[in-house]
């Protein structure tokens, strides 16, 4: 079984919690795409964990993790996210955790080079997390990325650190007028970061492949939304790479094998880190209330997240995006204190009614949404574990989200532990 689990909105929509619940039947976990610039938060029997670039099944000591070729590694984070679990009493081993060489490395200086374009926009910039995915993303298609399999060969490592950096510092020294980096600390960096996880690099597409033929079950884990999906996202405001289940196995090193099942994950209302057009967002007491209810600041930066209703119109093309086979509803508990429960159906632009998802920020900046309302459940629903437990009035919500999202909702969840889930089918 070929599974994968991926964001229908903007992301932070609970996919973390829910790999670390699936993970329990399947062999393997692949994080696919993505750097350190979003969080997979889980809450299970060994604590609360926050992951940026470790898979979320990695707390599963029987199942073996891969951080893809699709991914850019910061090799610093990466260090500090083992040691913290290895802290709580997760060890690791080349049987536990295998990295791609063919994934790229996110260098001090991509970071760098974030913070200074972001400064340089001043308010037209992007809301970049400043963790340097972009201008990693940029070197990998410019020919100009470290990958993690350089670190095997420290004979040629110099040289290309060498090259690079001299490249790079055309941008920073005389481009932003800052003070170039040096090759030497570069070295430095990759030695002192890079050293600690040569054990568990490797040849992974040769592994998964190996896994197929086995009849080994997969699950595969991306990051962020449909909506931050560099092509059919919210461009510009949109991550740097492919967000979307079709990358799913292109992104793992394994192109040549098909997905069995899509599980999109989304809240039961709507959040959003970063700028960019947010059709439906709360704002003032109203806003403060279903940030607070809901606990929601980024697993990443702590940035506070923007908040509002269930938005249909985003919610069914992000389905759409992902070819979602069914969905996971996540945080219903948080709309318990709603006397009436806002939903988007429809936006307004230019005084007519849409239902279509625009394809240009320049639509949905001038969007309104269109609410309909709903009888709230008004109780807390955080012990529930079967359907019949749920109040008729959070049944009734799950149906209508569920007709207007067109896919049917397989999953949801009443509370952050790993248990808190109802299986609805």
Request: with cysteine; hydrophobic share 35%; aromatic share 8%.
């Amino acid at each position: 079984m070929l599974t994968s689990i991926v964001g229908i909105n903007w992301g932070d929509e609970g996919k973390g919690r829910m790999v670390d619940l699936l993970s329990r039947d399947y062999d393997i976990v692949v994080r696919y795409q993505g750097g350190n610039n979003a969080g997979h938060t889980v809450v299970n029997d060994k604590g609360k964990f926050v992951m940026n670039l470790l898979p979320s099944g990695i707390l599963r000591q029987e199942t073996t993790n891969v951080l893809a070729p699709g991914m850019v590694i910061d090799l610093e984070h990466l260090h500090r996210e083992i040691t913290t679990l290895e802290n709580a009493g997760i060890s690791f081993s080349p049987e536990h955790l295998l990295i791609s060489s063919r994934a790229s490395i996110c260098m001090p200086y991509h970071s760098l080079l974030d913070r200074m374009e972001e400064a340089r926009l001043g308010n037209k910039k992007f809301g970049s997390t400043l963790r340097g995915i972009s201008p990693a993303y940029a070197d990998r298609y410019m020919k100009k990325a470290l990958r993690i399999g350089d670190l095997l060969h420290p004979e040629s490592l110099k040289e290309k650190v060498e090259d690079i950096v001299e490249w790079k510092n055309l941008t920073i020294e005389k481009g932003y007028g800052w003070v170039p980096v040096s090759a030497a600390d570069m070295l430095a960096w990759l030695d002192q970061y890079g050293t600690p996880i040569l054990s568990y690099i490797g040849d992974t597409t040769d592994y998964l492949g190996r896994a197929i033929s086995e009849g080994k079950s997969i699950l595969f884990e991306a990051q962020l939304g449909a909506l931050r999906d560099i092509d059919y996202g919210i461009y510009p405001y949109t991550s740097a790479s492919p967000t979307l289940a079709a990358y799913a196995t292109l992104g793992a090193g394994i192109p040549f094998a098909r997905l069995d099942e899509t599980i999109g994950i989304m809240k039961a209302y709507s959040t959003c880190v970063g700028e960019g057009p947010f059709v439906c967002e709360m704002f003032g007491e109203e806003g403060s209330m279903l940030r607070e209810a809901g606990g929601e600041y980024g697993a990443a930066t702590g940035r506070p997240r923007r908040v509002g209703p269930f938005d249909a119109v985003a919610s069914r093309y992000g389905v759409r995006m992902q070819g979602s086979t069914c969905l996971a509803l996540t945080k219903l508990d948080v709309l318990s204190y709603m006397e009436e429960i806002p939903i988007c159906t429809a936006y307004e632009i230019d005084g007519k009614k849409v239902t279509a998802f625009p394809a240009s920020c320049e639509e949905l900046n001038k969007a309104k949404p269109v609410y309909e309302y709903l009888p709230g459940f008004h109780c807390d629903i955080s012990s529930c574990r079967t359907p019949e437990e749920l109040p008729t009035a959070a049944k009734n919500y799950i149906q209508a989200l569920e007709e207007l999202a067109g896919c049917p909702i397989r999953y949801v969840s009443v509370s952050a532990e790993r248990d808190a889930c109802i299986q609805m089918f």
